[in-house]
């Protein structure tokens, strides 16, 4: 099973950014398609933004022009660097590798004033 390791999350004001991370085991982020979603309490957990292992990327359009998804290989590590926050971003974030059952433990991120 790949472990997936979240962490960035925390409280920003509207307009502010933040950075999420997602430490993968193994050659995991190389080698597959990776993907952040986000669940809002009492709604279903959507995908937000994807990267193939092509390096090929894909937003919702909720958050295209405003977050960006990147990896580093040696590092084996996913980040989604989200700027220019609103409220309606609020969410758990979770970390996926697409196709498959892995998933991290989530990470919160309040926009709020």
């Known amino acids: 099973q790949v472990q997936l390791v979240e962490s960035g999350g925390g409280l920003v004001q509207p307009g502010g950014s933040l950075r999420l991370s997602c430490a993968a085991s193994?050659?995991?982020?190389?080698?597959?398609?990776m993907a952040w979603y986000r669940q809002a309490p009492g709604k279903q957990r959507d995908v937000v933004a994807v990267?193939?292992?092509?390096?090929?990327?894909n937003y919702s359009d909720s958050v295209k022009g405003r977050f960006t998804i990147s990896r580093d290989n040696a590092k084996s590590t996913v980040y989604l660097q989200m700027n220019s926050l609103k409220p309606e971003d609020t969410a758990v974030y979770y970390c996926?590798?697409?196709?498959?059952?892995?998933w991290g433990q989530g990470t919160q991120v309040t926009v709020s004033s």
């Open positions: 990267i193939t292992s092509g390096g090929g990327t």
């Open positions: 996926h590798v697409r196709f498959s059952a892995s």
């Open positions: 193994g050659r995991t982020v190389s080698v597959n398609d």
